[in-house]
């Protein structure tokens, strides 16, 4: 019998502070200068907000935008009418495709702390009617295979448990938190591309054991290796691992829109002035929460 290959980490990335929105606070790794794209992944945001900060209406094509609270409240409202309200362990997991415009706002004056994640979509998938996946923390997938780990199934498997959220790209998405001391390993698909995302404490990572402290995006060795092991060195381990498989098609991108060729650009540009092929109604919308805190 073969033996089992580990993925190891390649590249560590501290995500760097930068202003996005309107006065909202992100720590951003993928999507930067320094990890532009890990396809099928755009962006990795752990943003930290606070009211007035904000993301007002916005629009987006092309992509799926996954919305994991940490800590704290935000309010979502798109031009079609769609509202909610997230709160620390929910998830929203939309997908743009074709069109969508909305506005994320604080729901209270208290720290909105979270992750979002960008995943690209295949060019057969990017103008798709565009849909939500919700779930609240209570109906977030879960398993704890021994006293000190504790896991949250976002998307994919672990330990035998599956999430429910259809994803259009194949991808996982596994919340890990860990007591000092404690062992864990996630099985990965050989042929997915993915990362590891710190967001507190601190453990060895892979198997060559990478040391990271928090806020460092680890990207994952592209071995075939079937899974990867991590060891906890705090009480507060807590990570997320996030993999997917590579589209390996062409990405232009230009703000909030995402296609594979240029003329697609300027037409989503075109089709959201002119509200048209997916933005309709989208001209003079404006959400009913962009000023909540303004006023």
């Given amino acids: 019998m073969a033996a089992r290959i580990a993925r190891n980490i390649t590249k560590s990335v501290l995500s760097r502070e930068q202003m996005d929105g309107v006065g909202a606070r992100v720590y951003r790794s993928i999507g930067s200068a320094q990890l532009r794209n890990l396809d099928p992944f755009l962006m990795l945001d752990e943003f930290d907000v606070q009211a007035p900060g904000g993301f007002p209406d916005h629009p987006h094509r092309g992509f799926e935008t996954v919305t994991y609270m940490l800590e704290g409240e935000f309010l979502h409202e798109d031009f079609k009418g769609h509202k909610g309200r997230i709160g620390p362990g929910d998830l929203q997991w939309m997908s743009a495709a074709r069109g969508i415009v909305h ?3 604080p ?15 295949a060019a057969k998938d990017k103008l798709a009617e565009p849909n939500y996946q919700e779930y609240p ?3 977030v997938a879960q398993v704890s295979p021994e006293e000190g780990v504790q896991i949250k199934v976002i998307a994919g498997e672990s330990y035998g448990v599956k999430s429910p ?8 998405f596994i919340d890990v938190k860990l007591a000092k ?13 993915g990362f590891i995302y710190t967001i507190a404490g601190s453990g060895l990572y892979g198997s060559d054991k990478h040391k990271s402290e928090a806020h460092h995006t680890l990207v994952l060795s592209q071995n075939s290796g079937e899974y990867i092991p991590v060891e906890s060195l705090s009480d507060d381990c807590h990570f997320v691992i996030i993999a997917g498989q590579p589209i390996r098609e ?3 991108q230009y703000g909030p829109f995402v296609m594979n060729t240029q003329q697609e650009i300027y037409k989503a540009f075109h089709d959201y002035d002119r509200g048209i ?4 109604g989208a001209p003079g919308w404006s ?5 909540r805190w303004t006023n």
């Fill in 103 to 105: 506005a994320e706002i």
């Fill in 107 to 121: 729901a209270t004056d208290s720290r909105a702390h979270g992750l979002q994640l960008w995943v690209n979509l």
């Fill in 137 to 139: 923390a209570s109906k």
């Fill in 165 to 172: 959220v259809m994803t259009r790209t194949p991808t996982m």
């Fill in 181 to 193: 001391g404690k062992k864990m390993e996630q099985v990965i698909p050989k042929d997915y591309a």
């Fill in 250 to 252: 062409p990405i232009v």
């Fill in 277 to 280: 092929n997916g933005f309709e």
């Fill in 287 to 291: 959400s009913t929460i962009r000023n």
